[in-house]
Structures are given as C-alpha cells and as structure tokens.
C-alpha cells in the first residue's frame, strides 16, 4: 500500500494541471458568456 | 353645425384595442391605411417590408420561424426605420482608425454594440450576415451584452455598408466602447470564478481523502498511512481556506472594522477556527479534522454568491450605453458641401443638419427651417413643439417635421442630455441602503453561537477535563456555521432574479426586493410616477371630431407619411383600405399639412398655423373650442378653400388597467404621486382621471426639481418607489430608494435604475412588488429551518456525539433542504395575477 504514497500526489498534480486549464481559460474570456453558446445549439442545422 | 361624431367629455379615454392587421415582419398592428386587399403579407411600414424581402432574397426565411419558436417572450420587434446615411461616417479615418482593430490578411474587426437583439433567432440572424453582406468573413454575437464582433475584408467591403446592411435588418449598430465599470465588472467575476474553480478542486479531492479516513474507522487504518492523508488534507484544506476562503475573512475584517455586521463573520468563525484547530490536530497528530465539511462550505457559499452576481450584470449589460441615445454620426457643413461625420468631430460654431425622424445630435440653436420637435424623452411633454430660427434645441430630441439646420453650441459631454447623465450617475452613489435582512441576523448569530460555546467549553471542562472539552467546543463553533442561511439566501435572491427576468422585469440589484417588500398599509411608501409614457401611451390619439364627418378619409390619406406622433394619430384614426386620391401633400413647419383634392384646397394643421395661413375661426367654432379649453388637449383645425369644416381634439390616453393598478398599489401600501414635466393642465386631468389626490399631482417639473422632490420623500423616512422612462427621470430614479425604468424609453434612465422592464405601464411593478413578498418570506422560510438544522447539530456537539463524517453529512444536507424549499416556493411563482 506504500504506492499511496505515489498515487495521491500524482492525483493531486492531475487535478492541478485540469486546475490550471481551467483558470486559462477564465483568463482567455471564454467563460464571459454562457448563454449565447446555448442558443447557437437551438439553432443551428447546417 | 353639424352634429359631434362623439362629444369630448371630462374623462379621457384608455386607449383603443389593436386592430386585426398584423404586420408580417414585426407583429404591430398595420394602419387601416396601408393595409392591401389580398396580398399573402402585409406591413406596417416601408422599412419593415424592405427588410422582409432582404431576409427571404437572401434565403433566410427562417428567421421567422425561429423567431416564433425561440423569442416568444420578447415583445415585438419595432419596425426597421428607413436608414439614414449617417453611417457614412464610420468610414472616416478619425472613426475607422479609433474603434476597428487590423488582423492578418487584410482583415478588419469590430466590436458592435446592437440594438433591438432579443433572442436566438436574432442571434441566428445576425451571425448569417456573411450572406446577406458579402465581404463579411465572420460575424458572432453575444447575446448577453448585444455586441457582435464583425470581421470582414477591409477591400471588399466598407464598414458603412455593413453598417447600413445591420441597420436594414432591424439591428441599429453603435460602437461599442467597453466602459471601465464593465471592464471592473467582468475581471471582479473571472476572480470569482477562479476562486470557485480553486475551491472545487480542493473540496472534491479532500471529499475524497475524507471517505477513506472515515472508511478508516471501521476497519482500522495504519497509522502511518492516517497521518498521511491528515497531512495532504491539511495542506488542501489550507489552500482552499487561504485563497478562496480569504474572501470571507476579509469580508468579515472589513465589517468588524465599520461596525457593520454581516454573515461573513459566522462564516469567517467557523473557518477559522475549523482551520486553526485542524492545524493542531494535524501536527500533533490527535483529534478530529473538519477540512472536508470547510472546503465544501467555502465551494458552496462562493458558489451563491456567484450566481447572484451573474444574474444581476445580466440585467446590467443589457443596458446599452448613452451612446445610443444620440446618434452615431451628423451631417455638418464644411465649406461648401454637407459631409457626414462621426459625432466626436464636431466642434461648437459647426452647422449641422438634422433630417426628417432623426435625433438631434447636439445642442444648439436653429439657424434654418421651421418644424416640430418631440422633446417627450427630455422634458416628458407629450406634445411636439414647434421651433424657428433662433429657438434653442437639444440633443437627443427627436425631430418630427422637416429638415432643419442647427448651429452647434455644446457637443458630447457638453450637452444637457449628457450632463444630466452624468449627475444621475453620480447620485447612484448616494442611494439609500438599507441592512439586509440575512445580516442582521448574523450579529445576534454569533453572539449566540458564541455563548453556547463557551458553555459547552466550560461544562465539559468542568465534568470531563480539558480536551474533550476543547474539541466538542470547536465541532460546535464549526457545525453552528449558517452554511444554510449563507448558501441559501443568495441563491434565493438569484432564483427571484430569473423568476423577475422570465416576466421581462430586468433587475440589477436584488437588494430592491427587501425595499418592495418593506411597504405595508403600517409603513407607507411613496410611488412616484412619471406621467407621459408610462401612466400613459404617450402618444396622442383623437378624441373627438367636431363638424363634416365626410372629410375624414381625407385627412386620413394626408397623413399617411407624417411622422409627426399627431399626424399618425390622424392617420390612424381615419386610414381607410381604399384611400380618396389627393394631390400635392405637402408637410409644412409646426404640424400643418396641405393638399388638393378634388380641384379644393385642403389645409390641417394647429390654429395657430391656419390662422398665419389666413383661415380665421368663426365665432361658433371659437365658442365650442372654449368650451373644452382646460383639459390639456391638442387641437387640429381642418380647413377646405379656407373655410373651416372640422376641429379633431386629440389626448394622450391613458394606459388601459391603471387605474386598477393604482387600486392595488394603494392596498399594499403606496401613496401614489405623479411627477411630470408636463403642462399642469394635462397632469391634472391625468390625475383626476386615476383618482389620485391633487396636492400629490407635481407638474411642469425640470429633472431636478423631480429629484428634490424625491429626496424630499426619501428624507422623512418613507420608502420611495419611482417610474419613469425619461432622461427627465433618470436623476430622481437614481436618487429613489427603488426605481423602475420601461425599455424603449431613453437609455439614460435605464442605465441608472434598478430595474427595467419591456412592458409599459403599471403591471411590471404589480409583479415586482408581489415577487418581492415572496421572495422575503421564503428568506425567512430559509432562516427558519437554517435554525433548526443548527438546533440539531448544536445539541449533538454539546453532547459531544457529534463527528466529522456526521457534520459532512449533515451540512449539505441542510443546504439541499433550504435550497429545494426556495425552489419549489419560487420556481413556481407565475406572477401576480
């Protein structure tokens, strides 16, 4: 069980780097809009 | 004489229902007389018809069946007003170089900010404008802040021509300079989002390690491994409680500091005590850790607050700037010839030009032309004034006659529209505020909590010895966090701000719903109503015909292109399908119309008017209009080969269902009071007509005496409630403890209200105010059963039965209950009625 000892930190730094990614992409803007993106799936066919 | 066609009596009418006539692009009522017998469409103006065969040539027909699925809760769309020139302007370099960027390829980007966006199927519209504009590579637009951003060729296509092609179909565009407060505004929500994003992150993984401890428990763990995930756990738990839950502790510091009290304070105990005795117990390597239950809390309560913040800047940015309140660009006189440019360039001493139906972009003085000026929007007269060389006018009046030329004395900030909007503003800023209702709790909270630790320390101290008594006293400062109170009431006041903006009751601060539902018979409120536009239509409409009613169709087809508001009441009134032919219209200054018909001379227009064009009223007429001279009406005089045959008395009509409105107000509390720029006769009759006393009708009010008036209200203690959709009003809506503002009146007052609606009249507020009731009895719905849950988990702390994986499963679980009963209360609420 001593890989514990391997596996939680290496979890941990998986969820560091999806972390990471995320406050990129707040950085970027991309989550400034929610609501449009859900109305172009309405209506979009082509 | 001949008889009346209906006598003008005491009362004025409510306004008359729509007629059958839909327009087939924008829904409003087709006037009688432009309907045309067996055509598949009809329209209700030119405007709108151009556009609707620009959007079938261009195989886009299915914006209409979009627009039927999707913007069902959307008023309708106005019709497309035929497009001035002035767009000319973006393409000078002052403009082009200050608000296009350049890309790579040749390409050109812009940012611009639409009118009239309402949904989906504008969305699907405009992002199609590479096929209706060509040389336009991209178009996408954010709904939320009406801005599209447009790419196009910078050699295939002018920006004017995009413009103009946006403008057609029915999307006037704006520069849309980003603001400081926006830019403010949307770093101040990615903080908050990445704060979440931290405490997400922390709460799941220490959820995670938390299992296995308590997993742990039954089975037995090896030390070495406990102290392990102890240790990882404090680690995220300090991570999660620094970053992310500084918000609260600084929330906390700051109240303390001004003595304000506010549920930061219970939540910054129960952190920081959790915290710091998680910390010890880490290190020392005994005794409970909480870190799972704190870092779920702090995910949870910013988690709130987030979504209360987002609800609110969505009724902010749909707020277009001042900038659309006056026009883009104007035609201004250099040297010889009339060039357009943007509205930055122009300087005071400039000739400017403003056309038929447009907005005057600047204040100044009249220097040619004689016409009328609709000033409703400014000073809330509900009767265009006629003007001359040497009359001052000002910006953001709209021009209802023909053209005029004005010589510039102030331009952009300088012009009284701006400047009122800057005071306005400013006066946001003094707004009362009033202590919420959640934290004023919170300081009695505390206290309690407090207390009852310090009994249970000393008890268990006492009995037992001093670490139990330590530990149980800690479990008890943290599991008495009002997680569900703190959770629940911004979720609330977010679930009351859909609620409101699914009844088209945009709201930008949910602090107003506390301030409605404080009214009640015991504590009166003032309601302060603007006159024109929202008692009521604000436009004209005829009241009476007095003489041959035979000339009727006549006047009716000279009107049919006025774009006077009483010349469309004529045209309305008297279109006809089959229209009698006339010759020679001509528009004079100041309202007159002239024609021939059938080889006779036929003139309308005030009396005025007729009696510089010779046509004198006979002694009866005089008599008859004597008769009704004080009832703040508008008089047409109709004249054939100089001789009078008809007077038509017009009135601005009073919304339908006011009067009832009013009726409910008073029974919830309001005292209502009208304030408006108008002649005193016309709001007097307004205010008899609605049954409001006289000495709480103020008229003929500048903007700032309405604002004094207000303050005067706000200052001996009674709640103030104001409506208006005016730039007159927009400095007492600013100063009002609430104020409410109707779209399509001007953009300033939107822009400081705190909320806004798309439905003219009273009805808006009726739904408010109801709304609010709730929405304060399910805050203390919430409070109720936050208290029990806190009665259950305290009593088992004090008897030290209490547990992490006991708080970790109960902490949520209040929370889910809150939240569900707010839900279930409010999702369910469909308006007043």
Redesign the interface.
Known sequence: ?SV??VM?PL??LL??I??IA??WS??R?Q???L??AS??F???DE | MTAMSSPPSAALPTASPKSATACSHCDLPVPAGLIVPDADEQFCCAGCASVYRMIHGCDLGRYYHLRDVLGSTTPPVGPAADPPTRYEAFDQPAFFDAHTVALAGGLRQIDLRLSNVHCAACVWLVERLPKVCPGVIEARLSLGQMVARVTWEASAVRLSAIATTLHRLGYPPHPAGSSEARSLRIAQERQMLVRIGVAGACAGNAMLLAVSLYLGLLDGMAAEFETFLRWISLIIGGVALGWPGGVFFRGAWAGWRTRRVTLDLPIALALGVGGLAGLINVVTGRGDIYFDSLCVLVFLLLVGRYLQMRQQRRAIDAVSLMQSLTPVGCEVRRGNAWVSVPLESVVVGDRVRVASNERLPVDGTVCEGVSSLDTSSLTGESRPCGIEPGDAVFAGTQNVGPAIQVSVSAAGRDTRVAQLMEAASADVSNKPAIVCFADRVAGGFTLAVVLLAGLVFGGWWWAVGFEPALSHAVALLIVACPCALGLATPMTLALALGVASRRDILVKDAAIFEKLARVEPARPGVLALDKTGTLTTGQPRVVAWLGDSAWQPVVGVMETDSKHPIGRALAQAYGQANPPDIDHVTEHGQGGVTATFDGRDVALGSRRWLETQGVPLGREWVEALDRHQDQGMSLVVVAVDRQVVAVVWLADSIRPGTAAALRELEAVGFLPCILSGDTGDAARHVGQALSIAPDHVHAELAPEDKTKLVARAGGEGQMVVMVGDGVNDAAALARADVGLAVKGGAEAALAVADAYTHRPGLAPLIDLVGLSRLTLRVVRQNLAVSLGYNALTVSLAAAGLLSPWIAAILMPTSSLTVLGLAVSRLGRWKGAR
Do not use: V
């Open positions: 069980m514990l000892y939680i979890a941990i969820a560091l999806s972390l995320f406050i707040i950085k803007g989550l400034d809009d609501d449009t109305t172009r309405l209506t979009d």
